[in-house]
């Protein structure tokens, strides 16, 4: 058989078994506003675990991580250092934001800013910078589809007819069954992601080089300077490694769909236990990097560093196998998706268009708006990713040190009573602006230091300045805590 | 809110000094673990130790915080 036909059929079997585990979860639920978001707060440790998991490792850690290694070098080593860290941040806010989410039935991240500053202007901007972010994050996942069945198909297949169906798929999953749906997926996307990185990760610099030993010896031979920072960077040294991890590792669980993901545990403690376990599974990312480098050595000069994985893959195994890998890649790129399509269109529905233009709307209808936006989200991504290129990893970058300035606005509203809504603002302002110019100015990382954590430094400052300067007013979350019935948006718990 | 205890304030700053801070020390290929370049194992290491510090960390906060059901793992 064509191996162009063996390889995409097999990758739109495994798609389509994960689109019907989608479909099957919805069956069994009914779905409401809170249902839809946050699985009615009923997840445990293992779902919650294969949620974060199956929404954290997206399409840029398995083709990306390689792609890094192959064309910079030890720099990529900065995606080893920021994972176990990100994990250990996670375990001093997450259980907190999970018990004002408890409390006030939040649903999103900008909710928090609501209830803890209360400002519905602060909070639509909160909700506003994640939205944008996340575009560029999930066009991301949409390239990262098209290079995959890109390469499975020696290019006979469109990269943007296989984007359109892929992601019409996702969108229709996403509509009808919701953060359940897409947690169950993944036990299918992490179960194909961790077998396959385990077998390519150990058989191929095996097959070229029988063994990683080998592998690397080889490579210091022939470029000594690749595997110590900045390796083949001019740039990438040791204060741009300490800012990069520092500022993803704050600003990882800012993501809103990451944020989010803590109202979907039972309790506080399950995310503390996540938070101990998670870093375990990073094991996989050095066996990508050793893909990566072997691919150097025995396929030296790829165009798009993004492609080495797939092209070593096809080169080195039978086209079944390619199609396993591409399968497994294309569910990394749509488990992510999905999150980022439903965290969005809440968002924007919730957060942005309800209190601004329409305060009195009922849940029902903020879901049936968000399930609208689902569907603009999906194709204005299908647009930007199938009429632009090459810039978008400056523009995830971009993204990154976006959601990082959410960070100071979070830890100070749990740990800092006196912390005023107007010192969040401004502070975010101050970031987002420092932020925008270095990156469009193409000074990052600006003097050896990365850019956003040049702006989330500012950020810092300008929050606590201004908060001092103007008159005491908040009373932190301990107020926020005490029993009595609460609102939020309209909506009445006892 | 309440804050996390100092001890496991601590057990967390020990993963941030090891694979952030102290770049300098350990970025370097030689010695080579396993036929692996040093910075890459040290790296490597702290993906298995950083659970442990977080574990003792584990230890500390959960006998603050009983929770107020009892869970169950799974789903």
Not at chain 1, 420 to 442: D, Q, W
Not at chain 2, 35 to 45: E, Q, V, Y
Request: glycine fraction near 10%; charge should be positive; include cysteine.
């Amino acid at each position: 058989m064509d191996p162009r036909v063996t390889a995409l059929s097999i990758i739109s079997g495994i798609v389509v078994l994960g689109a019907l585990i989608g479909f099957y979860a919805r069956s069994r639920q009914a779905m409401n506003l809170e249902q839809w978001t946050v699985g009615s707060r009923g997840f445990g440790l293992v779902l919650v675990w294969l949620l974060m998991a199956g929404e954290v490792y997206t399409t840029f850690t398995f083709l990306g991580a390689s792609g890094w290694a192959y064309s910079k070098g030890a720099p990529v080593l900065y995606i080893l250092g920021y994972q176990p860290l990100m994990y250990v941040v996670s375990f001093y806010i997450l259980p907190q934001v999970w018990e004002l989410g408890r409390k006030h039935r939040l649903q999103t991240q900008a909710d928090f800013f609501q209830v803890r500053y209360g400002s519905a202007y602060l909070s639509a901007f909160v909700a506003l910078v994640g939205v944008v972010c996340l575009i560029p994050y999930l066009q991301l996942q949409l390239t990262g589809l098209g290079d995959i069945v890109e390469i499975a198909s020696f290019g006979a297949v469109p990269r943007a007819a296989a984007m359109t169906i892929a992601f019409a798929l996702v969108a229709a999953f996403v509509f009808v069954s919701g953060i359940r749906g897409i947690a169950l997926v993944s036990i299918l996307k992490d179960v194909l992601l961790l077998g396959s990185a385990l077998f390519i990760g150990i058989a191929i610099p095996y097959i070229y080089f029988h063994g990683v030993g080998a592998m690397f010896a080889a490579l210091l031979q022939a470029k000594p300077h690749h595997l110590v920072m900045p390796g083949s960077t001019s740039n990438l040294g040791h204060g741009w490694y300490i800012s990069t991890v520092l500022m993803v590792a704050m600003g990882f669980y800012m993501w809103p769909q990451f944020f989010a993901a803590a109202y979907t545990a039972k309790s506080g403690n399950i995310l503390r236990r996540n938070a101990v376990i998670m870093p375990l599974y990073s094991v996989t990312m050095p066996l990508m990097f050793f893909v990566g480098l072997t691919a150097l050595l025995v396929l030296p000069g790829l165009p798009d560093s993004n492609l080495a994985l797939l092209t070593i893959v096809r080169k080195t195994f039978p086209a079944w196998f390619l199609g396993l890998i591409g399968g497994a890649g294309a569910l990394t790129a749509m488990v992510p998706a999905a999150i980022q399509l439903l965290t969005g269109a809440t968002l924007y529905a919730k957060n942005l268009y309800r209190p601004l233009f329409s305060p009195g709307m009922t849940d029902q209808q903020v879901a049936k708006l968000a399930k609208a936006m689902v569907l603009v989200l999906t194709l204005g991504a299908l647009a930007l990713a199938i009429t632009t290129s090459i810039t978008f990893v400056s523009l995830l970058l971009l993204g990154y040190a976006g959601v990082a300035q959410i960070f100071p606005g979070v830890i100070f509203g749990l740990y800092w009573p006196r912390a005023s809504g107007r010192g969040v603002f401004a502070g975010m302002a101050c970031g987002l602006g420092v932020a925008v110019g270095l990156m469009l100015t193409k000074n990052d990382p600006y003097l050896g230091l990365n850019a956003g954590f040049i702006a989330l430094c500012s950020n810092f400052a300008v929050t606590v300045a201004v908060t001092l300067l103007s008159p005491e007013e908040q009373k932190g979350t301990e107020e926020l805590l005490v029993d009595r019935p609460a609102m939020v948006e309209g909506t009445v718990v006892s | 809110m309440k804050r996390p205890a100092l001890g496991s304030i601590l057990l967390g700053l020990i993963p941030f000094t090891a694979v952030c801070f102290s770049v300098g020390l350990w970025d370097h290929v030689y010695p080579m673990v396993f036929g692996i370049p040093f910075n890459f194992f040290w790296l490597m290491s702290w993906v298995l130790l950083t659970p442990l510090c977080m574990w003792g960390a584990y230890r500390i906060e959960v006998r603050r915080n009983p929770d107020k059901e009892r869970t169950e793992i799974g789903s």
